[in-house]
């Protein structure tokens, strides 16, 4: 019996991932940012939360930062 017909790469790759933020299953290259580009294309290489879950944790982070500052006219 031939293992190599069994099994496919896919079988060995993980093709979605679970986010960590929104809980929905996603595509794995396609939905999550890469953490580390020299990494190649292994599942270890890409981030636990999805682009779109990052890109509304960064807005919402930089709107607090910019409430935060308290502007006032400069006393010149």
Do not use: V
């Amino acid at each position: 019996m031939d293992i190599e017909n069994l099994f496919t790469l896919d079988h060995l790759l993980f093709s979605t991932r679970k986010c960590r933020c929104c809980g929905k299953e996603k595509d794995l290259l396609n939905d999550f940012y890469q953490t580390r580009k020299d990494r190649g294309k292994y599942a270890s290489s890409y981030a636990y939360e999805c682009k779109s879950c990052t890109i509304k944790r960064i807005i919402q982070k930089r709107k607090q930062n910019l409430m935060s500052i308290e502007w006032c006219y400069p006393d010149w």
